[in-house]
T-cell receptor, first 113, second 118 residues
Framework: AQSVTQLDSQVPVFEEAPVELRCNYS??????LFWYVQYPNQGLQLLLK??????LVKGINGFEAEFNKSQTSFHLRKPSVHISDTAEYFC???????????FGTGTQLKVEL | DARVTQTPRDKVTEMGQEVTMRCQPI?????VFWYRQTMMQGLELLAY????????DSGMPKDRFSAEMPDATLATLKIQPSEPRDSAVYFC????????????????FGPGTRLTVL
């Protein structure tokens, strides 16, 4: 079984500042990793995913994440946030060969002027 | 712009009533997922279908919940009888079923059905 920990439930940040949302996972087997974003009253939307290859993954809206196997982390970063990035962000993991995504508890990113 | 659609968007009902939620996956997608989102539990997988066959419904309370796919364009989630603790947002998601396996799929989520059981 796998699990995901998002330690920060809320992250406030000023517009144009950089941000990092933390995600750590636990699994006894190799995994695929995902970041999804949920805007208010909407379903989740994929930001990016790591399947294999380069450990630095670039996604939509200027976000990127780095897979660190030794640290079992997949932190999400953006160098300069915008008001429109205010949303909840979910990290998710699935074991290779599996089909069930396990989601973290989410991090609410609030971008302020 | 292909999207997953869900109906109804909001449902308020009384305890003991039957609730049916519907989902239309993206045309051509062969995997369908049902999730429940609550403040306390976060996102929980309830059921998973591939090519209309249920592969995993271990996350679903069997005594009152049932999930089906009558055809490739419709997935349903029923609760009978409903209870106040079922109040949540229920999401349907579909995936294209990539050659790399279902774990590699991007899941495309619908807007959700907000269920309130009084």
């Amino acid at each position: 079984a796998q699990s995901v920990t998002q330690l920060d439930s809320q992250v406030p940040v000023f517009e144009e500042a950089p941000v990092e949302l933390r995600c750590n996972y636990s699994s006894s087997v190799s995994v695929y990793l995902f970041w999804y974003v949920q805007y208010p009253n909407q379903g989740l939307q994929l930001l990016l995913k790591y399947l294999s290859g380069s450990t630095l993954v670039k996604g939509i809206n200027g976000f990127e994440a780095e897979f660190n196997k030794s640290q079992t982390s997949f932190h999400l970063r953006k160098p300069s946030v915008h008001i429109s990035d205010t949303a909840e962000y979910f990290c998710a993991v699935v074991s290779r060969g599996g089909n069930k995504l396990t989601f973290g508890t989410g991090t609410q990113l609030k971008v302020e002027l | 712009d292909a999207r997953v659609t869900q109906t109804p968007r909001d449902k308020v009902t009384e305890m003991g009533q039957e609730v049916t939620m519907r989902c239309q996956p993206i045309l051509g997608h062969n995997t369908v997922f049902w999730y429940r989102q609550t403040m306390m539990q976060g996102l929980e997988l309830l059921a998973y279908f591939r090519n209309r066959a249920p592969l995993d419904d271990s996350g679903m309370p069997k005594d009152r919940f049932s999930a089906e796919m009558p055809d490739a364009t419709l997935a349903t989630l029923k609760i009978q009888p409903s209870e106040p603790r079922d109040s949540a947002v229920y999401f349907c998601a579909s995936g294209p079923g990539l050659a790399g396996g279902p774990g590699t799929d991007t899941q495309y989520f619908g807007p959700g059905t907000r269920l309130t059981v009084l």
